[in-house]
Each structure stands twice: as structure tokens, then as C-alpha cells.
């Protein structure tokens, strides 16, 4: 058998700042297509379950990758891989959000065709919404169980994303979760907020948030052909 | 009327390190005999809620002060006065975690004949866990809703705590939460945890919470005496 030769993504420079890092990470991922999406929210919110049902939900039409940053273990990352999906794991020891330079470490890793690149951030709702990562989409989760007052209190992971997902929406006959109280708090922090309310173990929500993602692969692609 | 002489507390040193000032806060309250208490968790774990329970639990014997750290927002600081217990608001405009400095800067409010003295960290279970802010117990939170990964993750907090609280116990029929993983892994990690299982809503584990806290106090004063 021959040599693999399968296509992997290259940076021309992986020094300078988080920013210069970032706007490489772009340029090289819209090149070849790639939507990338950084998923930010508090631990626990859902970002691997959601990540496992819409992963299951876009693979049979589209080549998904996924960047599992965590603080400690790789446990994000198997989930991920017995979903059926391809997983790289950042394992931060210790630092609290991904940078830019830490995805430039494992570019090289991750195959040019791509359709979806999916980055699982630290689970944290406050530190990462700083660091650009090179993203074309931040979608900031919310689950239902953290309470309908996080949008004001942690402003800045709205005012930075374009999608807010919220999560666990099948518990909420059990818990004083007022939707249209967060979507309003959210919409007046960023009014160009596009919410999508889901549930991974209901399945609710899902088909939209996928149907959405896919429009929005097509719409930036006709935008760079 | 004369003037109010209601004695408050007084720092002979507000500057130098973080390390610095919290061990003169820790030094300063406990010679007045008061027990910091120190809560970290994920936004939404619900440290607000347990404070206007165990508040309302203690108060009738016990005077209480809490301190409330904020990104932004006053809304924790008025849920506890609703509860009938004086706040103090720490809003850190950005920063992802309360600092010695902080406290150090409010210090001269807090009345010295405190016995319980709560500091609700910034929701995040990663910053807060490196900045000691003079306590004298540090309490970690993980609600059920978070899953029972938590621990090995997000590791820090664990190691530095010496209570562990489980929240929104009445939600673990809806939820595949293993309490007895989460148990374990807490204890792989520090052997040392004091673990309660609570829950806001419906009551559970709010006495013994109480009761620890009231045998910490009593054990403390008495070592300090």
C-alpha cells in the first residue's frame, strides 16, 4: 500500500497574538469551506450532548470534526468519538479557555474537507468569551436548570455569539425556568441572537438547529466561491 | 438620637499580594470569632438559592453577613435581602473571579459581630478555585443537572475545598445523574470531603448542612478562644 496522502489543513504562522492567530485560523478555514463554530457555556450546559445528537443528525450528509478543549481528562472527546465522529482533544491543565495558538498546535491534524468543525470550549461561562478562535459562529448554551437570569449576569458570552441554544428544555415541567424572561434578557443584550430552545434527550429542537447550521455552510460558501 | 457606634471591621493592611490580604482577612475574622465561608460553583449551581435557605435556617440564632460576587447585576445581593439578611455586592465588571483585594476594599462594612460570614464567588468553577480570599471553609457546589463528571475536570475546586454540596437533588428522578460516581470521584481527589446532598426546593439536607456549619463555628471559636 501507498503512502496516505490525505489533505490536512496547514498554517502559514502560528506565533503572534491571539488575534493574529485567529484571523490565520479563519482565513485558512474559509478557504477550504470549513464552517467552524465555538460552542461556549457554563460546565455542565450540554455542549457534548448536543454536539453527539446534531454530529449524529449532519454526518450522514457532511464530513464533521470535533475540538474538544477541557481543563483535565479526555472524556469529552470519547463521548465524542463513540458517536462516530472524529475528536481532537486540548487538554488545557489548568487554564480556563481555549486560545487560539492552542487549536494552532493541532491545525495540522485536522483534514482540509471538512464540512463542520465543532469547538467545544472549556466549560465556562465567563473567561472564553474573550478569545477569538478563528470561528465563523459562537453560539453561547444555556440549560434550562441554571435559571433564566444568566444572560445580564454574564453578558459578555451573549454580546460576542450569534446563536443562543437552549438546552435540557425537557426539564422544564420541573423547574421555575421563565423562556420568554431569558430570550428577552438575551435579545436585549444582543438583538441579532438567533435562539434555537433544544433538548438532547427529547430530541426537540434538533432538526431546526441542524436545518440552520446547513443554511448557514451554504450561505457562507456561496459568499466565498 | 446619638450616632450610631456600631463596632465594624478594620484592616490595618489592604495592600500587597492576594496571598497577603486574605491571610489578614482570615486573621481579622477570626479573632472576631467569624466564620468566612467561601462558595464556588458553575453559574446556575444554585449558591444563591442555598444561601436563602441555609440563611433563613441560621439567622434566628445566628448573625449572618453575605457577600455576593457579581460580573454584573445587584440580583443575587437583592434575593438575599428579600431573605432578610444583609448583602454586600461585589460587581467585578468583567473579572471572571472574586479577589482578597475585593473583600478588602468592602471590608469596612461588614459589621464585626458577625458569626456567619458567606462569600458567593463569581459563578465559575475554574477562576475562583486559585484565589483565596481569607476564608476559613470553602464550600464547592455541583448541581445534579450538571452531570457527574464534574469533579475530574474541573479538579482544582475539589482539591482546595473542604465541602462538597450536591444541588437540585429533587431533579435526579428526570436526570441519568450517578450520585455515587460523582461521590467517588470527589473523594479520589480529595479524600477530605464533607459531602452533602441538599436541594433548595424541596428541603433535603438543608438541616444537616446547618448543623455541620453551626459544629464548624462552635469548634472554631473554641480552638480560637
Redesign the interface.
Known sequence: MGKETKELLVLEDILGSNKKIASSIRKKLTENGILAINLLS????GKTSLLEKIGQKLKNKHKIGVIEG????E?DADRIRKAGLPAWQITTH?A?HLEAKMLAQIFDQIPADLDFLFIEN??????PASFDLGESLRIVLV?T???D??P?????AFITSQVLVLT?C??LP??PFDTDRVIKEALEINPHLKVFKTSATSGEGLDELGAFLEAELKQRRSQHA
Chains 1, 2 share one sequence.
Open positions: 457554563a460546565p455542565g450546559s477541557d481543563i483535565e481528562t472524556r489548568g480556563c472549556v466549560g465556562n461561562l465567563v473567561c440549560s436548570p441554571e435559571g437570569d444568566k445580564k449576569k454574564y453578558p459578555e435540557k425537557d426539564l420541573y423547574l
